[in-house]
């Protein structure tokens, strides 16, 4: 009976490949292929089933995350696709909610609207607030608007009307119409995208879905083609931004959810390393060839939200996006990789990122034509890297290549040598990261203090040590296998998926009957999400109320107990509020009533336990030593070589010195010493003996 379980992340530079089976773990890194994902994916399975001397047969689930839908926006590479409105809002889209990410920037540049405003099409209806009809929806005039989507060559529609989230009649009435006109058209409602209040946030989600959603369910039918045209004959399951796993169809219907899936597996692996080793606080800190993702998690689960921005035309400034409500990890993402560029930027500062080498051509070190320098070249230059054991030894890196792209781009303009301007490079990779992690903490209401750093990806265990440096923290834990942390943690993730929806209440006149209806309802939909591909296994559940006192205008979430409220529990949740509004702002505002905007039912399998691969036995392997140009410090001085292999659970070893793996390095800092503990994880801790 199959049993070997395979997780596939496509980052943007690498594409990361976990195969666990019979308490062994194999991985396996190839590079991305932008231009067809597919081919990276199916390559790689192969690769890594012959590494394991497994068939495809054997794999009993293979579990899939993927950029490409973020990809497709920021690139602006998705489907034709126009928007059915309430007449006279068709420019909510552009005009959004008036907001200004630079208030005194006179210049400002806001992100264009996935929908242009030719293909924003109006239709006489209107619901009030309460769902009751106000003017009957003009099905003469959506069928009117039929020849415009066939001469605009649309691909893909999102209906938004005003209103639909409380009743959704008029918008599946226009579903029914376009699938009698045009059968073959993508169609998105909002009231089943995204079913919350405030217009813009729910046409800009729905738009979005609509956008990508022709590109996505092509490619994941056909990569579900190719992986069974090879032997695959395992269920494949996608991970959901919000960290859940759902099903290739409901995939396909709301491709949406799917835009931080990577990212997300890597927090499920933190959270999951964190529990093993009984770490209540820690920093998930991911850096990869393109991005670095940084989380909060606390009580063994990462913290979530329901808001995210894509294709921020600011550099790391909130409200410079495209919003999008949906339920995701929350997480502070920024463009610093081992593929970022390296610049001279105006003012004779180096810059570095967000702007990245990708996989094509990717750093100058990879010889694959790429000119620009990276951080990856400036590591290299360092003497960071072996260039002959990079990415598991599947290239060599040519650090003559990267010392030149240094010099051009960095060295010579600011008269440095090459080898200052690589320290420059990543200290200045390093300061970006660290504070990303400032602020995302402090927009938290949290601190990084007493935390310990989880670092992974194949740059994160390389840039650890410095990060917790400038964030004042003292432990640092490497997980086995940290170089495709992402993966691993598709594999920790349960089968799940998360509603929302919007129903106005105050506590003064709390309805606990309507509330049990909507929740009930909520459930029934989850759970029926949930069953497609849970294959009977148990489920749980949480519910979350979005509450803020009247007249504000951001909501906190608060968890409701898992199960039908009474009158009894009214209190108590406005008590909960109360505590978790203080944990944010101090105290909370006395007098004052508090109004629930909406609610979330997440249904969630209860994550079967998956036995630990023990840690290899330790393996004679020689330790030389490296020349190593500090970054703390600029000094040149012979760091130890140790290969992880070698490493005796228990033997400390105090840096500087780099511990040597297939996916990636760790980086021993002076005064820091580590330690291999009994899960093979490896412990940095600073100042001890």
């Not at 609207?113 to 619901?127: D, H, K, N, Q, T």
């Not at 494949?236 to 997300?264: H, K």
């Not at 400390?652 to 820091?672: H, K, M, Q």
Request: glycine share 10%; with cysteine; net charge negative.
């Amino acid at each position: 009976m199959p049993s070997a379980r395979l997780a596939v992340d496509i980052g943007g530079t690498f594409t990361d490949l976990v195969l666990e089976h019979a308490g062994r773990r194999t991985t396996v890194k190839v590079l991305t292929t932008p231009d067809a994902p597919e081919r990276a994916v199916l390559d790689g399975a192969t690769r890594i089933l012959r590494a394991a001397g497994l068939a495809a047969g054997d794999i009993a689930i293979l579990i899939h995350g993927t950029t490409l839908a973020t990809n497709a926006i920021i690139e602006r590479k998705g489907a034709r696709t126009a928007l059915l409105t309430t007449e006279g809002f068709r420019d909510v889209l552009a005009l959004g909610n008036e907001s200004r990410y630079d208030q005194y920037d006179l210049n400002i540049v806001l992100p264009e609207p996935l929908v242009p405003r030719a293909l924003r099409l109006p239709v006489p209806e209107r619901l009030d607030n309460e769902g009751r009809v106000l003017r009957a929806l003009d099905e003469g005039a959506v069928r009117a608007i039929v020849p415009v989507l066939r001469r605009e060559g649309v691909e893909s529609v999102a209906v938004g009307f005003l209103h639909a989230f409380v009743n959704p009649a008029h918008e599946r009435r226009v579903r029914d119409i376009l699938a009698e006109e045009l059968p073959a058209l993508a169609v998105s409602l909002s009231s089943d995208v995204s079913p919350e209040m405030r217009e813009w946030e729910r046409f800009s989600t729905t738009a979005a879905n609509a956008y990508v959603q022709p590109l996505m369910a092509r490619y994941l039918r056909g990569l579900e083609q190719g992986l069974r045209e090879a032997g695959l004959v395992a269920p494949i399951f996608l991970m959901l931004s919000g960290g859940g796993l759902t099903t290739i169809e409901t995939a396909c219907r709301f491709p949406i959810r799917l835009v931080e899936s990577g990212p997300a597996g890597g927090a499920i692996f933190s959270a999951h390393v964190a529990r093993q080793c009984g770490l209540a606080n820690v920093l998930s800190f991911d850096m990869g060839g393109t991005t670095a993702k940084i989380c909060l998690i606390d009580d063994f689960r990462p913290q979530t939200a329901r808001n995210f921005e894509v294709a921020r035309v600011g550099r790391f400034r909130r409200g410079s996006g495209l919003p999008l409500r949906i339920p995701v990890i929350e997480m502070v993402e920024i463009g610093a990789g081992g593929g970022s560029l390296a610049h001279v930027d105006s003012m004779g500062r180096i810059a570095v990122g967000p702007e990245s080498a990708g996989a094509d051509p990717g750093p100058a070190c990879y010889g694959h034509g790429g000119e620009k320098p990276a951080v990856t070249d400036a590591n290299l230059v360092l003497g960071r890297y072996d260039p002959s054991r990079f990415a598991g030894g599947t290239m060599t890196l040519d650090g003559a290549a990267a010392a030149r792209a240094l010099r051009s781009d960095v060295a010579a303009p600011l008269a440095l040598s090459v080898d200052l301007a690589a320290l420059g490079v990543v200290e200045m990779i390093d300061e970006n990261m660290a504070n990303a992690a400032r602020v995302h903490a402090i927009e938290s209401a949290k601190t990084t203090e007493g935390r310990t750093l989880i670092a992974f990806g194949g740059g994160g265990p390389v840039h650890a040590c410095r990060v917790a440096e400038k964030l004042g923290i003292a432990r640092v834990l490497i997980p086995s296998g940290a170089g495709v942390g992402s993966a691993i943690g598709f594999l920790r993730a349960p089968v799940g998926y998360e509603v929302v929806r919007s129903l106005y209440q105050r506590f003064l006149t709390f309805n606990v009957e309507a509330v049990n209806g909507l929740l009930d309802d909520m459930l029934a939909e989850a759970t029926a999400v949930v069953a497609e591909g849970s294959f009977g296994a148990p489920t749980t559940q949480r519910r979350i109320a979005y509450m803020r006192y009247v007249g504000q205008g951001h909501e906190i979430p608060v968890p409701l107990p898992p199960r039908r409220l009474e009158q009894a529990d009214v209190a108590a949740i406005r008590a909960a509020y109360d505590a978790e509004y203080s944990r944010f702002y101090d105290r909370p505002v006395p007098g004052s009533d508090v109004e629930i905007m909406s609610y979330a039912v997440l249904v969630a399998t209860v994550p079967e336990p998956w036995p630990e691969a023990p840690p290899p036995a330790p393996r004679a392997a020689p330790r030389g030593t490296r020349a190593v140009r500090d970054t703390a410090t600029g000094e040149v001085t012979g760091w130890t070589l140790i290969d992880r292999a070698a490493l005796v659970a228990g033997e400390a070893v105090r840096g500087p010195a780099i511990i040597a793996e297939d996916e990636t390095s760790t980086l021993i800092g002076p005064g820091w010493t580590a330690s291999m503990n009994a899960l093979g994880y490896i412990e940095l801790i600073w100042g001890t003996a």
